[in-house]
């Protein structure tokens, strides 16, 4: 698998920003091909970048993929609800996460 741009954001507001001011490539659905995005993190939850990204009917078709030490029930089925791609467990495996990035770019 390869990967040829990567964007970072330290909190949630930088991922929103970063998301929404991405120019969506010609010929693509969404700018970016996946979001990896941590639940747990400054200025605003992961689950509510994704409640804001999925908001918008740009990013509705792009895979959100989210990493949380928390296992808690609720905070998956919200996130279910909201359409989070698949979630992975902290810790994991590279193995892991590289097989949950397959799953839902295919």
Known sequence: ????????ANDGHTAIVEIKNKKTPYGKKSPYDLVLCDL???TIS????LKIIKKDSSFTAMPFIM????????????AVRLGV???VAKPFEEA???S????VLL
């Open 1 to 8: 698998m390869d990967f040829f741009h990567i964007d970072e």
């Open 40 to 42: 747990n993190m400054p």
């Open 46 to 49: 992961g689950l509510d970048v």
């Open 67 to 78: 990493i949380t030490g928390l296992m808690d029930k609720e905070n998956l089925l919200e």
């Open 85 to 87: 791609s698949d979630y």
């Open 96 to 98: 892991d996460l590289l």
């Open 100 to 103: 949950k990035i397959d799953k």
